[in-house]
C-alpha cells in the first residue's frame, strides 16, 4: 500500500482519466486528472472526484491555474510540492509512475 506520503517525503499521486475515482485511490494516493483547461468546467476537482493538475515547467507565483486546476511541473518550478506518481502518466513525454514531479497544493 502506497499511502499518502512517499519514503521521500513527498505525495503519492495516481493519474486516472475522468471515470468516477473519487481523492483517494485504493493504495492512499491521491487521485489526479489532467485539466481540460479554459474549455472544460475549471476547479480544483473534477466530476469524478480527482484533483484537476496543469502541467508547467515555468515559475508560477500562485497554487492554481486560472482555470482553478493545481499547477503540476516535472521541472521543479519554483515554490511547487513534490509527489510521486505511483501509477498512470500524464502522457506527451510528462512523468511516469515512479518518477518525481512537482506539484502545488491547495490548501493542505
Given at each position: 500500500?502506497?499511502?499518502?506520503?512517499?519514503?521521500?517525503?513527498?505525495?503519492?499521486?495516481?493519474?486516472?482519466?475522468?471515470?468516477?475515482?473519487?481523492?483517494?485511490?485504493?493504495?492512499?494516493?491521491?487521485?489526479?486528472?489532467?485539466?481540460?483547461?479554459?474549455?472544460?468546467?475549471?476547479?480544483a476537482y473534477s466530476p469524478s472526484g480527482a484533483w484537476y493538475v496543469t502541467n508547467t515547467s515555468s515559475p508560477v507565483n500562485t497554487r492554481r491555474?486560472?482555470?482553478?486546476?493545481?499547477?503540476?511541473?516535472?521541472?521543479?518550478?519554483?515554490?511547487?510540492?513534490?509527489?510521486?506518481?505511483?501509477?498512470?502518466?500524464?502522457?506527451?513525454?510528462?512523468?511516469?509512475?515512479?518518477?518525481?514531479?512537482?506539484?502545488?497544493?491547495?490548501?493542505?
Open positions: 500500500m502506497s499511502g499518502f506520503y512517499a519514503s521521500n517525503g513527498s505525495i503519492n499521486v495516481t493519474v486516472v482519466n475522468t471515470a468516477p475515482h473519487g481523492v483517494y485511490a485504493a493504495d492512499g494516493s491521491i487521485n489526479v486528472t489532467r485539466s481540460l483547461g479554459p474549455s472544460g468546467p475549471g476547479g491555474a486560472p482555470d482553478g486546476s493545481l499547477y503540476v511541473s516535472s521541472t521543479g518550478a519554483f515554490g511547487a510540492q513534490p509527489i510521486t506518481i505511483v501509477s498512470g502518466s500524464f502522457g506527451g513525454g510528462s512523468p511516469t509512475p515512479g518518477s518525481n514531479a512537482w506539484f502545488f497544493l491547495l490548501g493542505i
